[in-house]
């Protein structure tokens, strides 16, 4: 939706021609709005210093929206650009109107310093309005009807109304182990857990007013075909319905973009151990939701992609008919390629699954996969950890080395989990995947996100 600013002059004309007298008696002459910019990378017209400025720049298309000179006498805001930053309006001269909000993105346009600043400052703008936000790995059809194969992938919805159901289509899973969803709602630090069934109550007898939810897909058996449709081990969402009110539409959060690569580790395989609230089926056991990559997503503040797929390596397939790493990566599942959602960040835990392979092998598979993320993320900064049993950890530098990035950084993970924080020996248990979280955010902070 694009925003507008009315244009404002002073009520009284003899004052508006004062102010031009004013204006043209300093021999500041009079200058028109500036250019729009480009249609891809397009900062907006500038209006030149000096002079009555009627008309702001126009905004480009891209990223930073048209800004207005210094001094002079501005009418009308920056307009925004459409995907990022709002104008900024600037110093100097009489400010009557606002910045516009950013269309799909940040900070709607300050108002300016000096001079008499009558407009206020723009608020933030965020993405585009929906009334369900998707983050993960999601196919999202028309309907909703969206599918993920990754445990972690989530959603998040407003709400009002004293009660709201799930629905789920499960006719492709098996009834012997389905997939468990966690949810939370408006913020409670309980996650409630289920098996996906056609309909799941989330909550009932809510106050009246707005209510939040936040559903994760929590297990999904690794074992199971998850990539060559029908996909036995994945989560189709069909929706919300609720009780007495329903959902309401506002902007997606502007937040930074983290998306972490891993196998069985990374996905939050047997993070609960033998089992879980006396469950002993895969899909109890595996918890995305106390594994480290969400733990570190959430601690971070980000729109967060949790890609893990049990005993896949970057030489070896995983389980489940999931590809290669470098083969798998430019798709959610088979047929289905990844969309255009950009990280500002890659975490890479490779490695484990190809401890047995040649070390040179290994560093060239590693260098491919360095440079297909560098591909589909040309401005993302890449994070390669050392696997916390220390797989290939030398090659993994090496290749990120090699690779003369600047933006690639290697980080050494030894000494950030003991003997005593695995399920069996190799995958986290709860207190390891806390652990991790508490290191890896820290390493991501120095690095600097985004």
Known sequence: MTSHVLEQRPKNSRIWRRLLAVALAAGLGACSGGSPGGPDTGTGGKLGSGGSGITSGSAGHGTTGGSIGSGGTSTTGGQSGANTAGGTIGAGGTIVGAGALGATGGAGGAAGVGGNAAGAAGAGGGGPNETLHFSGRWNVQSGPRATTVNSGSYLTAQFTGTGITGKFDTAVNDSSDLPTVAWSVDGATTWSVAEVKATLSMGSNLSSGTHTITLIARGLDENKNRWSPPLASSITFLGFDVTGGALVENARPAQPKLEI??????????????????????????????????????????????????????????????????????????????????????????????SSQPAATFK???????ATI???????????????????????QAAVSAAGDSRMFYVDTTGWVGTGDFSDGLHPNVQGSSKITTQLVAAIKKIGFP
Not at 323 to 341: E, L
Not at 364 to 370: E, G, H, I, Q
Request: aromatic fraction near 12%; hydrophobic fraction near 35%.
């Open 364 to 370: 060239t598979a590693y260098s491919t996969f360095l």
């Open 261 to 354: 690569l891993g196998d069985s580790i990374t996905e939050g395989v047997i993070v609960q151990g033998s089992s879980y609230m006396g469950h002993t089926g895969q899909c109890w056991k595996n918890d995305a939701v106390y594994s480290y990559p969400t733990q570190s997503g959430r601690a971070l503040g980000a729109d967060y992609r949790q890609v893990g797929f049990g005993y896949q390596g970057l030489l070896k397939t995983g389980d489940g008919g999931v590809p290669a790493a470098n083969d798998s990566f430019n798709w959610f599942y088979k047929d289905v390629p990844r969309d255009s959602w950009q990280a500002d960040m890659v975490v890479i835990n490779q490695g484990t699954n190809d």
């Open 374 to 396: 560098r591909k589909a993320y040309p401005n993302a900064k890449i994070v390669a950890l050392r696997p916390f049993n220390g797989a290939q950890a030398a090659q993994i």
